[in-house]
């Protein structure tokens, strides 16, 4: 009887913190970190759930880009802060990606993460100059099997998932493809509008207003299907049956948080992606709103790290 007792008060105890725990957070402004440029693809994405969350959690959530190391930077930031829900991080697929090309990290990329849900996914976009000679998917992987030189393809660094889409493109179709990295930004773009490198591949966000423009030409897009906002643009999977990339963006925290606040915090990025503006203005971004339990989410970035590694090993990338 003494047991059962205690048993009782010790759980009436725990639901009135768990319920004080609810009903406190969030007790000030929430840093939301990313680890890229502003302006770009996590910066923009971060910004429109940024505006959600503020909505739903009435608290200030502050958008702080930590640039650096493929997101690296940010990533190690976030794993070693104060797990109590104040200090989140936009993770992207270079999440995986540096984890199946960097011999160490600061942190574990699955373990010293609460994961709270996905919020978009998007494919690729493999363009080039819009005088280039091919036509196709198809023609440009033939020049490429068929010249000495290959042909180039940029990326916004080395072991980002865009090198990690191009690696895998090559493996795919048996093409010779060079890797010229950039710093990220427009770089990629700009070298191909200079002709100083023959394929973009990168984000529609990133590609849509020199494709709008007529200075760069869609050959394809990284999906199964072909993509609502270039909707002409074929998929890889037409020319390449076993092909399909599709990058992600997803808040997370430090390990360490209760489950309490991981729901709350699941429950309003589930809110922010029903909302059909949030869901116009990721459309216009060349994304499609995605929600996942945090469990599934955990499931995925481990699948993908496997994934990518197998990458790495058959491309023969050097770890960095």
């Keep these: 009887m003494k047991n059962l007792r205690r048993a009782l008060t010790t759980g009436l105890f725990l639901s009135l913190v768990s319920g004080a725990v609810m009903a406190d957070y969030p007790s000030r402004p929430i840093t939301l970190i990313h680890g890229f440029g502003a302006g770009g693809n996590a910066d923009s994405v971060a910004r429109v759930v940024a505006a959600g969350l503020e909505k739903q959690l009435g608290q200030t959530v502050v958008v702080e880009p930590r640039t650096g190391a493929g997101g690296t930077i940010a990533s190690a930031y976030v794993a070693k802060a104060n797990p109590d829900g104040h200090t989140l991080i936009m993770l ?33 976009v493999i363009a080039v100059k819009a005088d280039h000679p091919a036509k196709d998917l198809g023609q440009l992987l033939d020049s490429a099997r068929q010249s000495k030189q290959g042909v180039t393809y940029s ?4 072991g980002s998932t865009q090198h990690l889409t191009g690696e895998l493109l090559a493996a795919t179709s048996s093409a010779d493809m060079l890797h010229i990295p950039y710093r990220g930004g427009g770089a990629p773009v700009m070298a191909v509008l200079a002709g100083d490198v023959d394929v973009l591949i990168d984000t529609v966000t990133v590609a849509a207003p020199q494709l709008q423009a007529g200075a760069l030409r869609a050959l394809a897009v990284t999906s199964k299907q072909p993509w609502p ?45 029903n909302d059909p503006e949030v869901q116009a203005s990721l459309n216009k ?18 699948d993908t790290i496997e994934q990518w590694k197998q990458v790495v090993s058959t491309a023969g990338i050097p770890l960095q």
Aim: hydrophobic share 40%.
């Design 92 to 124: 992207t697929g270079g999440h995986t990606a540096s984890a199946a090309v960097r011999k160490e990290l600061q942190y574990d990329p699955v373990n010293d993460f609460s994961m709270i849900s996905t919020v978009s996914r998007f494919p690729f």
């Design 155 to 158: 990326s916004v660094g080395s």
């Design 229 to 273: 906002l270039l909707p002409d643009a074929p998929a890889v999977h037409d020319t390449l049956p076993n092909y399909e990339v599709m990058s992600w963006l997803g808040v997370a925290g430090p390990a360490g948080m209760s489950d309490e606040v991981v729901e709350k915090l699941n429950g309003a990025v589930k809110a922010v992606l």
């Design 285 to 302: 971004m060349g994304s499609e709103a995605w929600y996942s339990r945090p469990d599934e989410m955990r499931t995925m970035i481990a």
